[in-house]
T-cell receptor, first 111, second 117 residues
Framework: DQQVKQNSPSLSVQEGRISILNCDYTNSMFDYFLWYKKYPAEGPTFLISISSIKDKNEDGRFTVFLNKSAKHLSLHIVPSQPGDSAVYFCAAKAGAQKLVFGQGTRLTINP | GAVVSQHPSWVICKSGTSVKIECRSLDFQATTMFWYRQFPKQSLMLMATSNEGSKATYEQGVEKDKFLINHASLTLSTLTVTSAHPEDSSFYIC?????????????FGPGTRLTVL
């Protein structure tokens, strides 16, 4: 039972344009959501998070949007840079419960 | 930010041997660490939660006798893959919890690539 889903395994974006990565979840108890970035043969690094009491959180070029009614969150990266090329995982948790990860989306930024 | 290291970064072993992977929190103490496994192009799957000074909590379907976890100190957790077989070949990632309350955050190690021949 995949509680966190990233339906796009890959995404290709032109440098300077906006990258939008999507994530859907099924568990209505999730109250905290995170995005991680992962390079090959490395562990994930934390990017940005949002709690369920908010619908938007911004940090520099990265913005996360949360639509609780649709059980959907998205990560916007603007402008996209070549160094943003990586696999992005969304993750969710309910209270003190464990993190549940999506399958990841490979983002490629083309020069 | 908090740093988590893993050793070794990669290991190749023969089928039937045991392999130990270390996970260390370098600049903070972690009472709780996690062990994940990632197959190519798949999500990170939680294997177990490691608590300092107590037994690890394993996820459903993970054999505790095969994947031995020891969290002997506040900065070190070890995962031992016993009698490894080719199907155990994977990327193993640990993470450690830092902070308290709502600000707690997981920091991940760089991962260990295990190849069993």
């Amino acid at each position: 039972d995949q509680q966190v889903k990233q339906n796009s395994p890959s995404l290709s974006v032109q440098e300077g344009r906006i990258s939008i990565l999507n994530c859907d979840y099924t568990n209505s108890m999730f109250d905290y959501f995170l995005w991680y970035k992962k390079y090959p043969a490395e562990g994930p690094t934390f990017l940005i998070s949002i709690s369920s009491i908010k619908d938007k959180n911004e940090d520099g070029r990265f913005t996360v949007f949360l639509n609780k009614s649709a059980k959907h969150l998205s990560l916007h990266i603007v402008p996209s840079q070549p160094g943003d090329s990586a696999v992005y995982f969304c993750a969710a948790k309910a209270g003190a419960q464990k993190l549940v990860f999506g399958q990841g989306t490979r983002l490629t930024i083309n020069p | 930010g908090a740093v988590v290291s893993q050793h070794p970064s990669w290991v190749i072993c023969k089928s039937g041997t045991s392999v130990k992977i270390e996970c260390r929190s370098l600049d903070f103490q972690a009472t709780t660490m996690f062990w994940y496994r990632q197959f190519p192009k798949q999500s990170l799957m939680l294997m177990a939660t490691s608590n300092e000074g107590s037994k690890a909590t394993y996820e459903q379907g993970v054999e505790k006798d095969k994947f031995l976890i020891n969290h002997a100190s506040l900065t070190l957790s070890t995962l031992t893959v016993t009698s490894a077989h080719p199907e155990d070949s994977s990327f193993y990632i640990c993470s450690a919890l830092s902070g308290a309350g709502y600000s707690r955050r997981q920091f991940f190690g760089p991962g260990t690539r295990l190849t069993v021949l």
